[in-house]
């Protein structure tokens, strides 16, 4: 069983720094496409950014946002630069069953349970 857990959100001001985490079991995670997405207040849930053989970007956070992973630790990371009020939602990490990387939710088989990021101004 795929069990996806983000942590590291919390409640930051404008301009600052936060390391998101998604820790996977139940996959390897080195084989499979990872991606975080987000869901802000009264808006549909988004696409951030990607990794597989490549990493992609939602230009909203493009060059402020990097995804990477830990393949020792079986584990995804968001680091957020330079945040804005505008990125305050929930975050989710999603596992898709291909080493491809897409910016499309409905490819994403496994989703974690969410974490929070609000930005004040």
């Known amino acids: 069983q795929v069990e996806l857990v983000e942590s590291g959100g919390g409640l930051v001001q404008a301009g600052a720094s936060l390391r998101l985490s998604c820790a996977a079991s139940?996959?390897?995670?080195?084989?499979?496409?990872m991606a975080w997405f987000r869901q802000g207040p009264g808006k549909e849930r988004e696409f951030v950014a990607a990794?597989?053989?490549?990493?992609l970007y939602a230009d909203s956070v493009k060059g402020r946002f990097t995804i990477s992973r830990d393949n020792a630790k079986n584990t995804v990371y968001l680091q957020m630069n330079s945040l804005k009020p505008e990125d305050t939602a929930v975050y989710y990490c999603?596992?898709?069953?291909?080493?491809?990387?897409?910016?499309?939710?409905?490819?994403?088989?496994?989703w974690g349970q969410g974490t929070q990021v609000t930005v004040s101004s």
């Open positions: 999603a596992s898709r069953e291909y080493y491809r990387s897409s910016s499309n939710q409905y490819d994403y088989r496994y």
């Open positions: 990794i597989s053989w490549s990493s």
């Open positions: 139940g996959r390897t995670i080195s084989n499979y496409a």
